[in-house]
């Protein structure tokens, strides 16, 4: 009898129930893209080589976990531990990526000699081309002709800030006319050009990295990668912080900037490659010896903000919403956690907009 009445009143709430269904599908906006052909990378890192100087935030060696010099032996052994994991036979697309320092930074003869241990495998066939990642002061004519005759297709530029004073305050050790002057070498000699931003840096605002993104996108690189600033210890930022001459930025500002950054990208169709830092064992949540907006799921925090902005937009479109007592937001079943939000994030900022008298269901 008491079950009876129990599921007699459910059905009369239903029936009273005044639900508002919204559908949101935030393809574009999130920049999500069809899978493109099957693509691998074998990564060589060699931390701090190449590089003569000492931007306030790095520390190459924590950030790679290696510490100790790469030699050749260590490349033909990393390229052949990582071909004896992929199915060869559907001849995916490989490239070796030498990440890290600074690689047109090393000797020329160190260069060759890297370049050398992957060039039998480029010509077998079995690895596809070279990407390496430099400094834009350390791009010349001469450089750009060497890396051609290795094969070497993709060039990623440190970019940062394209304000001369955050790259001054930063000890970037280049200015944004070094950036301009190698993104236009680069393209010319008509390599594909990888651009990476920083969010964070000391002296930078809001304002200075639109402005720097939008600069960098001027330039035409066909690929971005975005980074919040992380303190490490035993840099140079962690004493400025220590000091009280450098504050980090809260997790919410940083997500809000790069979601800046991130949306001026996708309006002008440049690739987002990464958002935030690779978590490892090092870089992570649990580091003490890591301060800033640290987070395992940098990237799922920005499009789930991107997708919060989304939902406001369509609800915000439907007059007299408080009259509903239940919004179903319909989302596509690939935006179903960035509309949840990390720990329901957004479904709590919707229900705190609604003042709890609406309950909010995501649906897939
Ligand atoms: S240029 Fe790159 S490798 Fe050199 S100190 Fe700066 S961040 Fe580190």
Redesign the pocket.
Known sequence: MEKQKKKQNKKQQKKHLKVYKAKVNAKKELGIKKKKEKKYTIPIFIP?RG?N???VF?N?RRISGETKNVSIEDVKKKIDEYLSYYDLGAKPLVEVAFFG??FTGLDIKEQQAYLEVVKPYIINKVISHIRIST?PDYIDDEILKLLKIYNVKVIEL?VQSMDNTVLERSKRGHTKEDVVNSSILIKKHSFKLGHQIMVGLPGSSIETERESIRESIFLKPDYMRIYPVYVLKNSELWSMHEKGEYKELSLDEAVIRTKRIYQECIKNKVEVIRVGLQTTEEISENNKEIKGPVSDNYKERVLSSIMLDNIIKKLSKKKNIEKFNQIQILVPKQQMNYAVGNNRENINKLKEKYKEKISIKVIP
């Open positions: 701090h590089c100087n000492n931007c790095c190459q320092g600074s400094r440190g």
